[in-house]
């Protein structure tokens, strides 16, 4: 199935069940008339709305892969090599979820490539592994397994962009609004909606203006106190609490 891309769309990533976050994204989302949404996983694992986050973003019908929270949620297996705190929130989340939104999530695709431009949750280079992209290397493994213009990718909660040039050289722009090029090639990370982890409390999300060739990051607040009052109520590590006061 091939998907049209839409001239104006939005990129976002691991959600982890903060309803409170997805909420203010799509409020504000809409507000600056996106068309199309891409969504790169991690829907649940560490928040305390796990089935609401599903249902809203499964209604929305849109592009959406697989995130490594997602799937250990559904496969207890796979739990191991997580620390503690975020393996006891994905087993308190194994047990909330309810079996559509299980079978919906178990149904995801681990990478989507539509258009001049590919989605996946950790790495392009074997995203089922679940690979984090953060030394130069894993930069060169993941421009190695796309040929779109673009990749985007999420995992590791914390925004940035690599431009390969038209010389083969990367760039790492520092700026939030980036003017795209037909002629380089890019690596995404849109960062989180949910826990974002580059001590900016703010939720994240990526705008794209195709028509414009604009690429940008928007930051927008949220009541998190919200979020933190529901993980408090739903036993879950008061860490977790915390950390998304503090970004990180
Ligand atoms: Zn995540």
């Not at 995130?67 to 297996?77: F, P, R």
């Not at 795209?180 to 090639?185: L, P, T």
Request: glycine residues 6%.
């Amino acid at each position: 199935m091939s998907i049209e891309v839409k001239s104006r769309f939005a990129v976002f990533s691991d959600v982890h069940a903060n309803l409170a976050a997805l909420q203010k994204f799509l409020k504000d989302a809409q507000a600056r008339g996106i068309e199309q949404y891409f969504c790169l996983g991690d829907i649940v694992g560490y928040g305390p709305r796990p089935n609401e986050c599903c249902e809203i973003v499964r209604e929305m019908d849109i592009p959406v892969v697989l995130g490594n929270h997602d799937y250990a949620c559904l496969h207890e297996e796979d739990r191991l090599h997580f620390n503690d705190i975020a393996r006891q929130a994905i087993e308190w989340t194994a047990d909330q979820l309810n079996a559509e939104n299980r079978e919906w999530l178990s149904s995801l695709p681990c990478r989507i490539d539509a258009g001049d431009y590919t989605f996946v949750h950790a790495s392009a280079c074997k995203p089922s592994e679940w690979t984090y992209v953060i030394s130069r290397k894993d930069v060169d493994d993941c421009f190695e397994a796309f040929q779109n213009s673009v990749c985007f990718i999420g995992h590791s909660h914390q925004p940035f962009v690599v431009i390969e040039d038209d010389k083969g050289q990367m760039q790492f722009p520092e700026q939030q609004t980036i003017q795209k090029k037909g002629v380089y090639r890019y690596l995404v990370n849109v960062g989180s909606i949910g826990q974002p982890r580059d001590q900016d409390a703010r939720l994240c999300y990526f705008l794209v203006d195709q028509t414009e060739s604009l690429m940008s990051f928007i930051r927008v607040d949220y009541p998190i106190e919200e979020t933190q009052k529901e993980i408090n109520a739903a036993g879950l590590p008061i860490q977790l609490a915390n950390r998304i006061e503090k970004g990180w």
